[in-house]
């Protein structure tokens, strides 16, 4: 699931999935999008997009995370400013699925 809208994080998203497997893109991109189809076929790699969600789907959602079906702590990390290049480094090295920066 690709959904911080970082065009290359979508152009790389083949490199973080198993063959036979789907990338979801549900952000919006600020610019075009140039990225080797090549590298997606050879693994077989679904590409999927989706620009909206039903209430159903948030329900489900919720759930999942109400249930621990997902763990809420692996979808996000709070970084101060203070620490906020060390973020940045982090979500480069994929520690971190989605930076928050707490600015208060």
């Not at 959904?3 to 290359?8: H, R």
């Not at 999927?48 to 079906?69: E, I, M, V």
Request: aromatic content about 8%; hydrophobic content about 40%; glycine content about 4%.
């Amino acid at each position: 699931m690709e959904a911080s809208g970082s065009a290359p994080a979508l152009a790389d998203a083949w490199q973080s999935v198993h063959a036979n497997g789907t990338v979801t893109a549900v952000a919006l991109y600020s610019r075009t999008i140039d990225f080797d189809l090549t590298q997606f076929l050879r693994k077989q790699i679904d590409l999927r997009t989706s620009y909206a969600s039903s209430k159903d789907d948030y329900l489900r959602a919720f759930k999942l995370l109400q249930d621990g079906a997902v763990d809420a702590p692996v979808l996000t990390q709070s970084y101060s400013l203070a620490d906020a290049e060390q973020g940045f480094i982090d979500s480069e090295n994929l520690h971190a699925t989605k930076v928050l920066l707490a600015c208060s």
